[in-house]
């Protein structure tokens, strides 16, 4: 959430702005719920691949794809195409979270109980996993950022639905994910955002301000993390993949252990990005702009 946001109550401006907003998106999700899931996810790409490359997000994510893949550089105008088409089929497909077709491939490794960790990426349609999972009774709760436009995030809340425990990222959202884990729960986070409070880990090759709390979490509750990947095989299609849980450190050095994990987490985004770019979501402020 922004800083403009917090505390002070907003501008008559702001929140005129935030109802046009949200009149906005309640029309949008409205248009695609008429429509079929793979209808609906088809026209999203499609307006998304038009409209997304005059944003100013086009820019950042050139300059994201230069950084990370320079070795690519001949795909970079593909590969920015795929993922506003993604980004646009993903927000379309939130009309439909109830209706997507989703298998599921390495089950064995998803916990049956907690404490455990299922940590993720904005890859494909990150929104379709609780549901999956929940499909195969997995109660799974998630800490998420909300929109600071707060109509909008009503909106979102009430498209998402499970009835899953969420928790706000912020002090109160932790104490509630603690608890949360401490009372045997399953939780899901995505690790692949900027936190200018977490730590500095490698990622494509440059050190980025990486979540810590998912590192953190593992270490306190000694407990699995299992990688869990999404891949988008069509319109309102999807793949998720679970993977080995991933090695807990155990130095004697909390620092270095947290260190060591989140590299580690970082790694495997890394690797699924690297093999399908066009599923991940370039246009985040990822890396520092001393590493552009």
């Known amino acids: 959430m922004s800083g403009a946001s917090r505390g002070a109550a907003p501008s008559p401006g702001r929140r005129l702005s935030w109802l046009f907003e949200a009149f906005l998106a309640r029309a949008a999700l409205s248009v695609f719920a008429a429509l079929p899931p793979a209808a609906a996810s088809r026209l999203g ?3 998304a691949r038009l409209f997304g490359p005059l944003l100013a997000a086009q820019r950042r994510g050139a300059a994201n794809l230069h950084l990370a893949l320079p ?35 390495g089950a064995e490794h998803l916990p049956a109980t907690g404490p455990a960790l299922l940590v993720s990426a904005h ?28 109509r909008v995030a009503a909106l979102l809340a009430r498209r998402r639905g499970h009835g899953l425990p969420m928790f706000p990222k912020g002090a109160a959202g932790a104490r509630g994910a603690l608890r949360f884990m401490a009372e045997g729960g399953i939780l ?34 000694r407990c699995p993390v299992v990688p869990g990947r999404v891949e988008r095989l069509g319109p309102a299609r999807f793949r998720v993949t679970a993977e080995p849980p991933l090695m807990l450190p155990d130095s004697g050095d909390r620092a270095a252990d947290l260190a060591a994990l989140t590299g580690a987490i970082n790694a495997r985004i890394e690797a699924w990005i690297r093999a399908r770019p066009g599923d991940w979501l370039w246009f985040h402020r990822r890396w520092p702009k001393s590493a552009r």
């Open 71 to 105: 070795e690519r550089a001949a795909e970079h105008p593909a590969i920015l195409s795929a993922a506003w088409a993604n980004l646009g089929a993903t927000v379309a497909e939130l009309a439909h979270l109830d209706r997507l077709a989703i298998e599921i491939e």
């Open 45 to 47: 790409a499609r307006l």
């Open 188 to 221: 899901g986070l995505l690790a692949d955002q900027k936190m200018n409070d977490g730590i500095a880990a490698p990622f494509f090759g440059h050190l980025a301000m990486t979540p810590a709390a998912p590192a953190a979490l593992a270490l306190r509750f």
């Open 123 to 150: 890859l494909a349609n990150w929104e379709a996993l609780p549901g999956a999972l929940l499909a195969r009774g997995i109660a799974m709760g998630a800490i998420y950022r909300a929109p600071d436009n707060p």
